[in-house]
């Protein structure tokens, strides 16, 4: 009879390490890059938690991606840094990401956006500038909300339009980021906020 509880508690803890893995994996590389001043934002789906968390700690999605925007021209130092805490940059499929070096398995990299530059050609916009950062009261260095709404804007997968109902459900995006943003990020904008009925 216990087996089935027991069993719920690992995969919990499981769940709970993971996490926690996350957030070590990005506190080591902050760490890193924070020792040698190169700048950096967290962008992605931490950035959305962080960004929700100031609204509603509650509302937050966890994610197991580390996602960071740096500039191009900083890439050697962002390297000796990653290697200083034993992690190595590798570039799969054009995407720059840091490895662990004991287990360099891409599910648990943390990738490298670029600043000021198309993550895709076909994108109307470049990523976030590297000053496009806030220090939220947590201390993290996050992008913008308004270039965090931009970048997942432009990605547009579901996991993107899901992050940015979330940003839509605390209140952290409304109507008034429409006319800072070109049409068709406008429109798709538009769209999420009518579909969660603001």
Request: glycine share 6%; hydrophobic share 45%.
């Amino acid at each position: 009879m216990n087996e089935p509880a027991t069993t719920a508690v690992s995969f919990w803890e499981k769940h709970v390490m993971a996490i926690d893995e996350v957030t070590r994996r990005f506190e080591r590389i902050r760490g890193a890059l924070e020792s040698v001043h190169v700048p950096f934002a967290l962008v992605g789906g931490q950035a959305v938690a962080l960004w929700v968390a100031t609204k509603d700690p509650a509302a937050v999605r966890s994610t197991k991606d580390v996602d960071i925007l740096v500039r191009r021209d900083d890439l050697s130092i962002v390297r000796k840094a990653a290697l200083s805490v034993g992690m190595e940059y590798f570039e799969v499929l054009s995407v720059g990401m840091l490895l662990e070096r004991d287990n360099p398995n891409p599910r648990q990299a943390v990738h490298l956006i670029w600043a000021d530059e198309k993550v895709r050609s076909e994108y109307p916009l470049p990523s976030p500038r590297i000053d496009e950062i806030e220090r939220l009261a947590t201390g993290e260095p996050v992008v913008t909300l308004s270039g965090l709404v931009r970048m997942k804007l432009m990605a547009d997968r579901d996991q993107d339009r899901l992050h940015l109902r979330d940003m839509i459900g605390v209140e952290l995006i409304g109507r008034g980021m429409l006319a800072n943003l070109p049409l068709d990020l406008a429109t798709r904008l538009d769209r999420l906020l009518t579909e969660e009925g603001r």
